[in-house]
T-cell receptor, first 122, second 108 residues
Framework: EAGVAQSPRYKIIEKRQSVAFWCNPI?????LYWYQQILGQGPKLLIQ????????DSQLPKDRFSAERLKGVDSTLKIQPAKLEDSAVYLC????????????????????FGPGTRLLVL | GENVEQHPSTLSVQEGDSAVIKCTYS??????FPWYKQELGKGPQLIID?????GEKKDQRIAVTLNKTAKHFSLHITETQPEDSAVYFC???????FGSGTQLTVLP
């Protein structure tokens, strides 16, 4: 079974530029997550999709970050404009259950993570 | 809001010794408690998980114990090996809040 794919693996940009990350989840997985992991910290959830609908985006800085999951499969995360503090690893994960992780409902589905995209903002 | 505290932040053990990492959580509705291992340059990988209807689960050298009354769960690694060196994360509640991580170093 193929894992979660992410691209690019590395990206260096200057502040105020824009950047986009792509994620392809495990085939058939209904739920997709984007996390931000700053060096030395645990992953922080940015947004959660169930199929092509947003379940939770309460921690997404919506003034500069956006994400979409068209057709309920692949997803893109965009930052525009980037700031120095956006330097981090952006992780994508997916899980299988249709009812996994509905907002306010405990999630009991295993999450499978991709390798991440390492972003450096200069 | 939801809070997960993980201790210690760093842990060094001699090869063959045991390692224990502990997490406490605040959301009493949590009923699923996973542990992830993250190696350098890779995404986190699930190594063991436990659901609230059991107090302990074991998989070879790895075990997880859960105390729902005290709201904490722990990862136990026995007979540690150099390849166990990595960063370990707990996650709760709702699996969407991660601890701050423990850097485990197994010294040969």
């Amino acid at each position: 079974e193929a894992g979660v794919a992410q691209s690019p693996r590395y990206k260096i940009i200057e502040k105020r530029q824009s950047v986009a990350f792509w994620c392809n989840p495990i085939s058939g997985h209904a739920t997709l997550y984007w996390y931000q992991q700053i060096l030395g910290q645990g992953p922080k959830l940015l947004i959660q999709f169930q199929n092509n609908g947003v379940v939770d985006d309460s921690q997404l800085p919506k003034d500069r970050f956006s994400a979409e999951r068209l057709k309920g499969v692949d997803s893109t995360l965009k930052i525009q404009p980037a700031k120095l503090e956006d330097s981090a690893v952006y992780l994508c994960a997916s899980s299988s259950g249709v009812r996994a992780g509905l907002a306010g409902e405990p999630s009991q589905e295993t999450q499978y993570f991709g390798p991440g995209t390492r972003l450096l903002v200069l | 809001g939801e809070n997960v505290e993980q201790h210690p932040s760093t842990l060094s053990v001699q090869e063959g010794d045991s390692a224990v990492i502990k997490c406490t959580y605040s959301d009493s509705a949590s009923n699923y408690f996973p542990w992830y291992k993250q190696e350098l340059g890779k995404g986190p990988q699930l190594i063991i998980d436990i659901r609230s209807n059991v107090g302990e689960k074991k998989d070879q050298r790895i075990a997880v114990t859960l105390n729902k009354t005290a709201k904490h769960f722990s990862l136990h690694i026995t007979e540690t090996q150099p390849e166990d060196s990595a960063v370990y994360f707990c996650a709760a509640p709702r699996q969407l809040t991660f601890g701050s991580g423990t850097q485990l170093t197994v010294l040969p």
